[in-house]
């Protein structure tokens, strides 16, 4: 019965590429031109926050890029689907800004599936959290449309309510170490009782600099994570 019912949902509203609007085989999947745009993240890569290394380079089974082999980032993986670029920008600016949700399955597939090598098990998924006047502006927290179908993927609840966050002005284009400091404190822990033992994996559209993974795992460890994971759909990319 099932099976008829999305044959015919399918013959009503076939599936088509959310870049291109070609056909594809199903609904949320990237056509086969669209999807070799992508600067899609693989091996070789940093094991510990996913920085993408040149492809020519044979670093062994498990690389460490020189910010995670000097012990800055405290989180215990960190994982993108995609490089930013101007292709992965025009897909996650319209999602985030202008309410192009028919992105969000694309998204979030993207990064569950640059999750698999990591064979977490995860209690709870918590998107980024939006400042209260941003989320009216907005409308929607965009790290939420693509925490929910992950957290289903893992078996995980969903937690958009255990943090919260201060409003402060856009960081535009700062440096990393600027980034950090803007961040600091913005975020506080409200249920103590419900991140105390647990494995999180945060999610968010995109990393800049990873300056606001850093705090709130800070936030989180004080609070008894007893792990903190991060996902996003792009990184930006600095040479290091
Ligand atoms: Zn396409
Ligand atoms: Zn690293």
Redesign the pocket.
Known sequence: MVKIFNRLLDFLYPPICPVCGDLVESHGGLCASCWSRFNWISNPK?F??G?PFPAHLDLGLQP??P??ASGE?DLDFIRSACVYDDVSKNIMLPFKHASQLKYKNLMSRAMINALRDLDLSVDIVMPVPLAWKRLFKRGYNQACVLARPIAKHFNAALDVNSVSRKYRPDMGHKTSKQRRENVRGVFKVINKDKIAGKKILLVDDVMTSGATFYELNRILRNAGASAVYAVSFCRVVHAI
Request: hydrophobic share 10%; with cysteine.
């Open positions: 940093c510990k926050c920085y460490m890029c910010h995670c980032c």
